[in-house]
């Protein structure tokens, strides 16, 4: 809407062993949401921090493989107990409580690093002035193919030269 100003942002997350994160944000919705989706092997967690009951939900769905072969789990949702406690709130007694020279051994300043190592790169990704490869391939630097960063390609896949893999897209093993 306004020059420089970035009114939407798609934050791409990517660690080791096929983790992938987003966090998107815009101001211009219409409604107020903040969620928190985990997805994992046995089950999925949600959490709204906008809902009045701010609840964590547990979805046992996910897809088990047999015999080589996607099989959708569609199993039930509980509601997981949890203390309905402010983190922000939590975490700065707990500093206050170790200001006395206790150990700190969560939300340490060397987690604090990583946090602003984060920002900063995201930053520089929004800005354009990231270094990050778009695409992997040619041992020349060049990359053979373009591949979006919230695209997943697992190894052992050919990919042709010039392809553009885009969003969310995910490129199994053994594909060709």
Known sequence: VQPGIHDTTMTVLTYPDNVVGHIFVSWLHPFKEHRLVVIGSKGMLSFEDASPR???HFYEKGIDWVRGEPIPRQGPTEVVACEGRLPLTEELAYFADRLDGGAI????????????DILERAT?????KDDAPSGGGASDGKSAYFAHPTSVVDDGVTIGEGTKIWHFSHIQGGAV
């Open 54 to 56: 701010k609840e964590v």
């Open 105 to 116: 051994e969560i939300a340490s300043g060397e987690q604090g690093v990583v946090v602003m």
């Open 124 to 128: 520089a990704s929004l800005l354009g």
